[in-house]
């Protein structure tokens, strides 16, 4: 299961750095491509905003 980013986000760029397979897209709000992500978790441990979630 694919973790997604939810209205709250910020666009602050930490989360992007985090991700070990680059599932993150830049925009108005950042998205998570669920084909790519492995649910590893680790853009959720490092957003400031607390917007990024299982789905």
């Excluded at 980013?5 to 830049?26: L, N, R």
Aim: charged share 20%; glycine share 6%.
């Amino acid at each position: 299961m694919a973790y997604v980013i939810d209205d709250t986000c910020i666009a602050c760029g930490t989360c992007i750095d985090e991700c070990p397979v680059d599932a993150i897209s830049e925009g108005d709000i950042y998205v998570i491509d669920a084909e790519v992500c492995t649910d590893c978790g680790a853009c959720a441990d490092v957003c400031p905003t607390e917007s990024i979630h299982p789905a």
